[in-house]
C-alpha cells in the first residue's frame, strides 16, 4: 500500500483485517478513492462511509473499475483469542487521548502505549492510522459509538477492558481528542479501579482547542479573550437532561466553545441570542479537524447555522462563539507525520 502513490486513484479493498481501519485512513488521507467489500465492518469505518470518506460495499463489481485492488493481509491474521502476556492479576490499562485524528498529534508515550498493547479498544474519532503501530499479534476491538446510530454501551466497554485485564493483559483504552473531555474516561478509570485494575491515563490534544486551532482560531487572543469555556451541545437549551446555564453562558465574556453541538446548533444560537448576546458575534464550525476532509464554517452568531446547513456540515464539529472567531491566524493542519511506514 505504503510505496504506491494513491493520490486521486480509485482503490479497492476486498476484505477486513486488523489493519483495515488504518489502511483505510491512511488512503483516504494520500488522497484515494476507497472502497471497501465488507459485509460486517467496523463501526469506525461504518461511521467514515457515512461521513462521505469511504463507500462500503458487500460486492466488489468489477476489478477493471479500480487502480488498484488490495487483498486482506494473510500475514497478520485477526488473533481468534487474544492471549495472555502475563500472570493474571498483572494486567494493566493505559487509556491513551489521541488528540483530533491526525495521527501526527497523538503524543509519544501515547503512540508508545499502543507499540506494548495486547489489546487496543478503539473509538471511531481516534487516530485509527496509530493503529498499525500496534504489535502484530495484538488484538483491536472497536468499540465505536456513532451518535442517534449503532453503538456499544459503556457497560460492555468497561466489561470488555475488565475481561482482557483481568486476564494479564496491557489493554490499551484509545480514544479521540482528551479522555476526559466529554470521553466518559473518568466512568472507565472508576470502574477499572474499583475492579482493582491498574490504570495509567495518558492526555490528549483535545478537538476542543485543537480544532479551533487548526482552522486558524485562537480559544485566547491577547485583547480579544480572556478565557474559555468548553460545553456541551448533545442536548438542546431547554431541555430537561441539559444542566447548563445559558443567562451565564451569554453573559461570560469568553469563548464559548461547543462540542456535540451541530444537531442541536440552531437551537443554541438562538438561546445565547435570546439571552441577549449580540447578533454580530463573530463564530465558526469546524469539522473533522485535522483530516483532510476539514473544513470550517465562519459566521455571526445570527447567521451561523445557515451557514453550517448551506454547508453540509455534519459531526463531528466544534462551534467557537465570540471575537477569536473572526482571527484568521495561519491554521494549515500539520504536515501528516503518519504512523504507517
Ligand atoms: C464525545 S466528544 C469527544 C471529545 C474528545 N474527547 C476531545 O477531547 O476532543 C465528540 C465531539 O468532539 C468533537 N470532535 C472530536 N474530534 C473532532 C474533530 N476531529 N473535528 C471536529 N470536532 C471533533 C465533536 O464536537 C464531537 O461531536
Redesign the pocket.
Known amino acids: 500500500v505504503v510505496d504506491i502513490d494513491v493520490t486521486g486513484r480509485s482503490v479497492l479493498l476486498t476484505g477486513v483485517d486488523r489493519t483495515t481501519e488504518a489502511v483505510v485512513r491512511r488512503l483516504v488521507r494520500e488522497g484515494a478513492t476507497v472502497t471497501l467489500v465488507a459485509a460486517h465492518p467496523p463501526t469506525a469505518l461504518v461511521d467514515m462511509a457515512a461521513r462521505g470518506q469511504l463507500t462500503l460495499v458487500v460486492e466488489p463489481g468489477p476489478y477493471q473499475a479500480y487502480d488498484l485492488v488490495i487483498g486482506p493481509r494473510a500475514d497478520v491474521p485477526a488473533p481468534a483469542a487474544p492471549q495472555a502476556r502475563g500472570p493474571e492479576g498483572t494486567g494493566r490499562v493505559t487509556l491513551v487521548?489521541g488528540g483530533?485524528?491526525d495521527p501526527g498529534l497523538i503524543t509519544v508515550a501515547g503512540l508508545e502505549a499502543i507499540r506494548t498493547a495486547d489489546v487496543v479498544v478503539t473509538d471511531r474519532?481516534a487516530p485509527l492510522e496509530c493503529l498499525a503501530e500496534a504489535p502484530p499479534g495484538a488484538t483491536i476491538i472497536d468499540v465505536a459509538k456513532i451518535?442517534r446510530g449503532e453503538h456499544t454501551s459503556q457497560e460492555r466497554i468497561n466489561a470488555v477492558l475488565l475481561e482482557h485485564a483481568r486476564a494479564g493483559r496491557h489493554v490499551v483504552r484509545f480514544?479521540?481528542?482528551?479522555?476526559y473531555?466529554?470521553?466518559r474516561g473518568g466512568e472507565e478509570v472508576v470502574a477499572l479501579t474499583a475492579a482493582g485494575i491498574a490504570v495509567t491515563v495518558i492526555p490528549?490534544v483535545?478537538?476542543?482547542i485543537a480544532?479551533p486551532e487548526l482552522a486558524g482560531i485562537p480559544v485566547t487572543h491577547r485583547g480579544v479573550s480572556q478565557g474559555f469555556t468548553v460545553v456541551s451541545g448533545h442536548v438542546p437549551p431547554g431541555d430537561p437532561r441539559s444542566t447548563l446555564d445559558w443567562t451565564s453562558l451569554a453573559r461570560t465574556r469568553t469563548t464559548l466553545v461547543v462540542?456535540?453541538?451541530v444537531h442541536t446548533l440552531a437551537r443554541i444560537c438562538a438561546e445565547l441570542l435570546a439571552r441577549g448576546m449580540d447578533p454580530a458575534t463573530p463564530a465558526a464550525t469546524?469539522?473533522?479537524?485535522?483530516?483532510p476532509s476539514q473544513r470550517a464554517v465562519r459566521s455571526t452568531l445570527s447567521g451561523l447555522p445557515d451557514r453550517v446547513a448551506e454547508a453540509g456540515i455534519g459531526?463531528?464539529?466544534?462551534t467557537v462563539i465570540g471575537g477569536v472567531a473572526a482571527e484568521t491566524l495561519p491554521g494549515t493542519p500539520p504536515a501528516s507525520t503518519s504512523a504507517q511506514d
Do not use: R
Not at 480514544?175 to 479522555?179: F, Q, Y
Open positions: 487521548g483530533p485524528g474519532l451518535p480514544k479521540g481528542g482528551d479522555s473531555v466529554f470521553g490528549g483535545t478537538s476542543s480544532a462540542l456535540m453541538g469546524i469539522a473533522d479537524a485535522g483530516l459531526a463531528p464539529a466544534v
